[in-house]
């Protein structure tokens, strides 16, 4: 069992059943397999998304019939495995990593998995690398620090248009995320966020909490409205 982010008397049973769905609907494979495989070898944080997660990020791009995708946070590049894979032949999604040491296994998994032309794996601090970018896009991940979540927040409408979708990643935190008082620039990051898509006009939001092989945390969702 993968070690949950945050422990619970009941994480054994939320990742049993986890286990279960993503065995059933979201099926791992040697690439997915591999990526993991070279991420532990080369001790990357174990914060990629679950295979279900990764099978919702795809169908949402289905869902949103999305072409151009922005990740910010790559990480080893699992979930943008799982949603180039999702992309039509002509989608691209550009991914954002901090580390160069996270780019490169996250090339390198991505190239295993014969989806390096459909991504552009760019390096530098997300707030450095987000002003050269050219939207719209279609949907876009944010899954970094999260104490940058509330800028990210104002370039992901940058880069967006009308019927754009936003997903959140990390917004519960073991229930951290209710604690208005907290100190912890991860869950402030996280609060202010939020409190700027309940506040933003163009957006329509919710949160859902989710419980599973990394425990108790959850997502936000948002979409840019028609103007
Ligand atoms: C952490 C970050 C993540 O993106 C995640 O999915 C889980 C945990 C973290 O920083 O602890
Ligand atoms: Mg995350």
Redesign the pocket.
């Known amino acids: 069992m993968r070690v949950p982010?945050y422990p619970a008397a009941d994480a054994q049973e939320w990742s049993a059943v986890d286990g279960y769905f993503a065995d059933m609907l979201a099926p791992s494979d040697a690439d997915l397999n591999a990526a993991l495989a070279a991420n532990a070898d080369a001790g990357l944080?174990v914060?990629?998304?679950t295979a279900t997660q990764g099978k919702m990020l795809a169908l949402f791009i289905k869902m949103a019939k999305a072409s151009r995708v922005l990740e910010i946070?790559t990480?080893g590049g699992y979930s943008t495995i799982w949603m180039a894979r999702a992309l039509p032949a002509d989608g691209r999604i550009v991914t954002i990593e901090a580390k160069e040491q996270h780019a490169k296994i996250a090339h390198a998994n991505i190239a295993r998995a014969g989806l390096a032309d459909r991504v552009d794996i760019r390096v530098g601090a997300a707030l450095d690398v987000l002003p050269s970018l050219e939207g719209p896009f279609d949907l876009i991940f944010i899954?970094?620090?999260?104490p940058n979540n509330p800028y990210y927040l104002q370039w992901a409408l940058r880069l967006a248009k009308p019927g754009t979708v936003i997903v959140l990643?990390?917004v519960v935190?073991g229930g951290a995320v209710i604690d208005a008082a907290s100190e912890d620039a991860?869950i402030r990051g996280v609060r202010e966020c939020l409190r700027m898509m309940a506040e933003e006009p163009r957006l329509s939001s919710t949160a859902i909490q989710t419980v599973g092989e990394?425990g108790w945390?959850g997502f936000a969702l948002a979409i840019v409205e028609a103007k």
């Open positions: 982010d944080p914060q990629d998304v946070g990480l899954d970094a620090d999260k990643d990390n935190r991860t990394k945390d």
